[in-house]
């Protein structure tokens, strides 16, 4: 009887398996249909499908059934995500224009980490929190969050907190930016290179630079994507502060795995770098990558209690503000 009801069984899970990946694209999809109602189109559909799948876990709990699908789409989507975004950065336009940025890119890195950790101490936030929140600050948001994330082993609740927290923020001061631009007594190229290495999104970098016309837009990518740039080195950094940390702590060094998926990132942004490919071939796969990321932070959300959320948010929330707005001040003038 046994053997016959292995493939039963196997069929079963097979379907559970499936179920939990349909179940996190039905709610990226959601995600990206309310980040397309007015008032929450500036959140964006990473911060939408968190909150949503934050609110299922609240009302109805955690699918188990469907646990083996979410966490393959939070896991394996987010770093096939990652991979894809590579095409996002030109290293070939960073390299020939905007060497000299990487300076004050890596400079806002450092300061945003460096602050957060140090404003986090003061305030009592979560310690991870406060790394990850730093790390989203000074490289570029969500995707710098879940991209680190796995190497720093920041548990899942903490990962979907920032990319939620870090979404927010970014949001309000990418509009503070475009309210207060027609006012600034600056160029459009000192407006856009602010932009660039001080906001946390891409899409929030986008969104403040072109409030300046095309010109600002051009020099505030140019900067952000020598901010994405240095994602690498400084994951590889990651890296050797955990090792360092275990082996401390341990007496015994422990494997940390490489993250062998920010070498596809690399790749696909060399790549791209080289290799002319179609417009709308890119908008595609920017949408896809989009997509994945959203789906993948499904599975982050859902493990995110609401019981928790308001003594573990609030802290981290006010560290970040601080941050951001001597970021923002400090920035200003070093352009």
């Not at 009801?5 to 398996?17: G, N, Y």
């Not at 911060?47 to 609240?58: G, S």
């Not at 940390?245 to 998926?261: H, L, Q, R, S, Y």
Request: charged share 15%; proline share 4%.
């Amino acid at each position: 009887m046994a053997v016959f009801k292995q493939p039963s069984s196997d069929r079963r899970l097979a379907w559970r398996w499936i179920g939990g990946v349909a179940f996190s694209f039905l709610f990226a999809a959601l995600g990206f249909a309310f980040a397309s109602i007015p008032g929450l189109e500036h959140l964006g559909p990473l911060a939408c499908a968190i909150v949503l799948a934050v609110m299922y876990r609240h009302f109805f709990g955690y699918p188990e059934a469907l646990r083996s699908g979410i966490q393959f789409a939070a896991k394996h989507l987010l770093r096939m995500a990652i991979i894809l975004f590579g095409f996002k950065l030109n290293m070939a336009v960073v390299i020939h224009q905007g060497l000299g940025l990487l300076l004050r890119d890596a400079a806002v890195i450092v300061f945003s980490i460096w602050m957060m950790m140090s404003l986090g101490k003061i305030v009592k936030a979560n310690a991870s929190l406060s790394l990850l929140l730093g790390i989203g600050t000074g490289v570029c948001g969500a995707a710098a969050i879940a991209a680190v994330a796995p190497i720093v082993e920041a548990k899942e609740e903490d990962t979907a907190i920032s990319v939620g927290i870090i979404a927010l923020v970014g949001t309000v001061f990418s509009l503070a930016y475009t309210f207060i631009q027609p006012f600034l007594p600056v160029s459009h190229k000192h407006y856009g290179i602010w932009c660039g290495i001080s906001l946390h999104e891409m899409a929030h970098v986008a969104l403040a630079g072109a409030a300046a016309g095309q010109d600002a837009l051009a020099f505030a990518l140019l900067a952000k994507l020598g901010r994405v740039l240095l994602l690498l080195p400084l994951s590889l950094l990651c890296m050797y502060w955990m090792k360092r940390k275990k082996k401390n702590a341990d007496t015994k060094e422990k494997k940390i795995e490489f993250p062998w998926f920010l070498l596809g990132f690399m790749l696909l942004s060399l790549f791209g770098s080289v290799v002319s490919i179609p417009k709308p071939l890119l908008n595609s796969l920017s949408s896809l990558t989009s997509f994945m990321l959203t789906a993948a932070m499904v599975g982050l959300g859902l493990n995110v209690s609401l019981r928790d959320l308001r003594t573990k948010a609030l802290r981290p929330l006010v560290a970040i503000c601080i941050t951001s707005i001597l970021l923002s001040f400090l920035s200003f003038f070093v352009v």
